[in-house]
């Protein structure tokens, strides 16, 4: 079974800078089928990417996200303070059909 | 939009019961899938079911989950039996059967006695 390993565990930054999640999987991930969500305190998670670097419908473009194989990238370039939550990155597609990772936190 | 209804509160050793109710779009031509999160933890796939009933689970649940989907009433349910304190989560519903776009907003289940 496919493990997602992301890094770091917890990312201080402040509004304004550039943060560079990653998430690495145990193994090849087939067709780019990835994603990345947010969730904040009391909400369900949002899905801001899919297809590894697709954005999501509203999602704003300072969030991209990039990678293939196993190595994958969130990207936001230029923090707002809304910004400020967990994100989790998803394998899908496999075997498990969905799996995700442990999350990083990006905290003030 | 989607909503989970169900009680809030299960027994250990019993079967937690779950209803997700889908309004403002069609449920033909989708999958719809359970998610849980452990308080804390990540989020983790259940499994989900096509608009025609077909069903995959994950392995680690398989032997206790059933999904089933009622499309004349924009319904589909989680069966978990056996539950143990460690199925305490905050379960969601959404749609999909890869990535998620649309979610329920998730509603919290203990298991205690």
């Known amino acids: 079974e496919v493990v997602l390993t992301q890094s770091p565990g917890t990312l201080s930054l402040s509004p304004g800078e550039r943060a560079t999640l990653s998430c690495r999987a145990s193994q090849s991930v087939a067709n780019s089928d990835f994603a990345w969500y947010q969730q904040k305190p009391g909400q369900a998670p949002r899905l801001l990417i899919y297809?590894?670097?697709s954005r999501a419908t509203g999602i704003p473009d300072r969030f991209s996200g990039s990678g293939s194989g196993t190595d994958f990238t969130l990207t936001i370039s230029r923090l707002e303070p809304e910004d400020f939550a967990v994100y989790y990155c998803?394998?899908?597609?496999?075997?498990?059909?969905?799996?995700f990772g442990q999350g990083t936190k990006l905290e003030l | 939009q989607l909503r989970e209804s169900g009680p809030g509160l299960v027994k250990p050793s019993e079967t937690l019961s779950l209803t997700c109710t889908v309004s403002?779009?069609?449920?033909?031509?989708?999958?719809w899938s359970w998610i849980r999160q452990p308080p804390g933890k990540a989020p983790e796939w259940i499994g989900y079911?096509?608009?025609?009933?077909?069903?995959t689970y994950n392995p680690s649940l398989n032997s206790r989950v059933t999904i089933s989907i009622d499309t004349s009433t924009n319904q589909f349910s989680l069966k978990l039996a056996s539950v143990t304190a460690a199925d305490t989560a905050v379960y969601y519903c959404?749609?999909?059967?890869?990535?998620?776009?649309?979610w329920g907003q998730g509603t919290l289940v203990t298991v205690s006695s």
């Open positions: 959404a749609r999909g059967n890869g990535f998620n776009h649309y």
């Open positions: 403002g779009a069609s449920m033909s031509s989708f999958f």
């Open positions: 079911v096509s608009d025609t009933g077909r069903t």
């Open positions: 998803q394998q899908y597609g496999g075997s498990p059909p969905s799996i």
């Open positions: 297809g590894a670097s």
